[in-house]
Every structure is written in C-alpha cells, then in structure tokens.
C-alpha cells in the first residue's frame, strides 16, 4: 500500500524523467510489480478497507442514548443491550463506550504558597530491609516546606502513631522551625473519619500534638493525593535518586546515609520547578516559621496490659520483661521509637531498649531476684523442718547453732545432707552426743558419724573343725630375756 506522496514521484519519474519500471523500483527501493500495477492507473485510488459487520451494530444508538442521558459504566450498558438481545463479549462494549465517550484528563491547579505557611507530610514504603534476624518492610516519613521544598526524609521499619509524630518532632528539629500549617493524608494516625458535609474528625493525639508546637492540621479531600503534591514528588525522588540501587546490609545503615544524602544532595540541587535550591529559599523562609516550643512533646504511646506467669509483657511479637512480683497484674506500658517503660500506677517499675527484630526475649537481670529469694526461702525453710524431725533435740540444737555460728542455715543444711549419707537415725544420735559436748557444728556432727563408721566388730573365737588341723598350729618360743632386763632395772 503506497500513498499519495509516493504515487506522484512514481508518475515524475515516468512522465518526465522517462525511467522504465525496473529503473523506478531501483531508485524508490519498490518491487518492480507494484511500480507496474500503479503506473498502470490513471489518477490515484486509495484501497477501501473492508469493514466487517459486529455484533454490536444493531446497539449502537441505543448505546449512544443511553450515554446521553447517564453516565453509564461499560458494564452496566453491557447488561441493558443483553436484556435487548445482544450475544456479543464484554470487550466490544468497553471500546465502544470509550470510543464515543473518551475519558476525560483532569485539570489541576498549581498551588502557591507563602514562605512558612505550609508544610505537608507522608509516609513512603520501598520493599524490607534486614533487622536482626528478621527482614521489615521499610517505610520512610517525609516532609516538605511548600514554599522553599526544604526536604527532611526519615526511615522506619513501623508506620505507628509513636512514629508518625516523631517523624514530626524530628523534623521541626532538622528545620530549626515549625510551619504554620501542615497537609496530611487522610491516614488514621491523623484523620478518624470523614463525614460528608462536616471537617474531618482528627486524631486526638496528633490535635493535641499540633497546639503543642502551634500548627494547624490541613487534611486533603478523600482520593485527592494531587492537593499534597509536593511531598508526593518528594517521595518518588527519594525512591528514584537515593534508593534505587542502594544496598542497605542492616537497617542501622540508613539512617546516617539518608542524613548525608540530604545534606549534599537533595537539599542542595538545583530543584526543578523553582529553578534555584532549597537550602538558599530556606533561608528567606525561616523567618516565617514558628519558633520550638520549649518542651518537646511526649510522643509516647499508652496502653495497659496484663503481664504473664513468666512476668512478660509481649510487644510487637517481642517480649519484655517486669519486675517477678508483678506477674498477672494488669500494668501501663508507654512506648516510643526508642524506648518501652512500663509503669505499676504512677511507679516506673522497668525500662527497655525497643528491638525491631522479632520473637526476641530481654530479661534484666535484676527483675528475677525476689522469684529466687522466695524460692531459696522455702527451700531453706523445708530443709530446716527436715533437721528439726530428726531429733527431740534437734531445735535446742539450732538455737545454739544460731548463738554461736554466723550462718546456722548453712550447717543445718550440711546436717540434712548427712542424714541422706549416713541414716537418720545415727545422725539423731550424733546430733545427742554433739549436744552432750558442747559441739555445735556441722564439723563436730561430721566427725562423730565418720568416728563411729570407722569402728569395727571384735574377732570372734577361732574355731577348728578338724583334729588334724591342730597340727599345723605351731608356737613360738617366748622371749624370757625380757624378764632379766626388767630386773637388772
């Protein structure tokens, strides 16, 4: 198929420059056959392509109608022509629909804003990252000024309401500054509800975050991202320029990366839209700004819970744990990004660094002690009712024990231990002798009991049973001499 640009050099060449076809198709790169057919034929005709019928054909006013009086979806005509008798497929319909009934673009306004009038905020996710053991998914918090796009970036591993609102103090901290405004997305961390007709309910916490440091809460209209596009593109460039082939071995890693990232990169470039960099707008925008509270606000979050048998409070898959007295009782755990503390009424009672790995277990050494103080007590306790059953005197024996020995427990408990080894009933009866002497000691009852295992039974009379036997029996002659010296003497 040839158009009409090219018909005409084919007759140029023809007419006026008097090439056969075969010079022709040589010259325009043709197949000598076309160039015949064409110059066979007097004036241009373009080939009319064949139009094959649809099923749809008979539908197509009454589709048209139907537009016209409604906004109908491809899917709802699609169930009118087929109570009409259409037995066509659903794609034929869509095309039609979007053919007379192109999809119209939006037109959006470019918002302006004031040096320190508004800030917006959101939050970012781009794939997991390894923490500990375990990989989450990694999300960071931005945050834009409108008028200078001065840029604060923060990465977490958790889009909590403890995390959002440091994401904001953290923020107001880079810049030195608050803005007098902030746009939000209609997340739960900032906004409840909407209802139609009325403003949106807000977050207590971040309502009560916002008069702390002075802003006031801006929410955009539901599925309308473009009201807060300057933190929507601020979050593809952190994706596209800073971690789009970032290789981030732990999540530890990132935080001083992003922090170096804004300070030579982002902050300082030459921003595309203002034509000139966000550290230098800042500068005439900081003026603008409000001035830092004196406190910080208490981003923590507050929530009870009951503490296990094993005195454990569990968090985030993680457990943590209290004080052993506290065990089942019902206690107020505080938690922020960094810290979890955990309170019995107004009593801090333990604190731990938060970890974001998973299945963990933290014990301070120090929360056991009284579980093993009372566990050693009763043991002591059950062995001292074992030395006071082993003999009538055993308790005057303790309370002398108890007068003359800095640890009386320490020997009872030696004492029990020698009636498993020797029997019950010699160590009562060394426990007596030990009482008769004067020896208080589990030295002295150890030294009577080895005394009376070393005894042995006198040798019994030696008995022959048979006569020859007396035979073998051969006696020395006595040694008399002794007597003589005795008497010389």
Request: proline share 5%; aromatic share 10%.
């Amino acid at each position: 198929m040839i158009d009409y640009e090219l018909y005409c050099k084919l007759r140029h060449l023809k007419d006026h420059e008097a090439l056969s076809a075969h010079q022709i198709a040589g010259e325009l790169a043709m197949d000598p056959r076309t160039v015949v057919k064409w110059l066979a034929r007097e004036r241009f005709c373009q080939r009319k392509a064949s139009v094959r019928a649809s099923k749809l054909d008979p539908f197509k006013n009454e589709i048209t109608r139907m537009l016209q009086a409604h906004a109908f979806t491809a899917a709802q005509i699609l169930v009118r022509i087929r109570e009409q008798g259409y037995a066509g497929g659903y794609s034929i319909v869509k095309d039609y629909v979007r053919a007379i009934r192109p999809p119209k673009s939006r037109a959006y306004l470019t918002l302006a804003f004031a040096p320190g009038e508004c800030a917006q905020v959101d939050w970012g996710c781009y794939g997991s990252v390894a923490v500990g053991n375990t990989r989450r998914r990694l999300s960071f918090f931005a945050m834009v000024l409108c008028y200078s796009r001065m840029l604060y970036v923060e990465f977490t591993v958790s889009q909590s309401l403890e995390h959002f609102l440091a994401g904001h103090q953290n923020a107001f901290d880079f810049f030195g500054r608050v803005p007098q405004k902030i746009m939000v997305d209609n997340l739960k961390s900032a906004v409840l509800r909407r209802l139609l007709g009325r403003p949106p309910v807000f977050n207590p916490r971040y309502l009560d975050f916002a008069n702390h440091y002075g802003f006031t809460i801006a929410a955009c209209n539901v599925g309308r991202g473009n009201e807060k596009g300057r933190v929507e593109n601020a979050v593809g460039y952190v994706k596209k320029n800073f971690l789009a082939g970032l290789e981030i071995p732990d999540f530890a890693a990132i935080g001083p990366a992003v922090r170096s990232w804004l300070e030579t990169v982002a902050n300082v470039r030459l921003h595309g839209e203002t034509r000139k960099k966000p550290v230098e707008l800042f500068e005439a925008e900081r003026p603008c700004l409000l001035p830092l509270p004196a406190n910080p606000y208490d981003i923590a979050t507050v929530s009870p819970q009951r503490a296990s048998s094993q005195f454990r409070i569990r968090l985030d898959t993680n457990r943590y744990s209290v004080p052993a007295e506290y065990a089942l009782r019902t206690l107020t755990v505080k938690t922020d990004p960094e810290r979890i503390c955990v309170y019995a009424g107004e009593k801090l009672i333990a604190r731990h660094i938060r970890c974001y790995d998973r299945y963990q277990d933290f014990e301070d050494p120090d929360h056991p002690k009284a579980l093993l103080a009372q566990r050693k007590k009763a043991r002591d306790q059950k062995t001292f009712m074992r030395f006071i059953a082993l003999s009538p005197k055993a308790d005057l024996y303790y309370r002398k024990l108890h007068e003359r020995r800095l640890n009386p427990r320490e020997h009872v408990r030696k004492i029990v231990a020698l009636s498993e080894i020797y029997g019950t009933d010699p160590v009562a009866r060394a426990i007596e002798d030990a009482f008769i002497f004067e020896a208080f000691s589990c030295e002295y009852v150890t030294n009577l009991l080895q005394q009376r295992a070393r005894f042995q039974k006198e040798p019994a009379a030696l008995h022959l049973t048979r006569r020859e036997d007396l035979l073998d029996i051969r006696l020395e002659h006595p040694d008399l001499s002794i007597y003589e010296r005795m008497s010389d003497e």
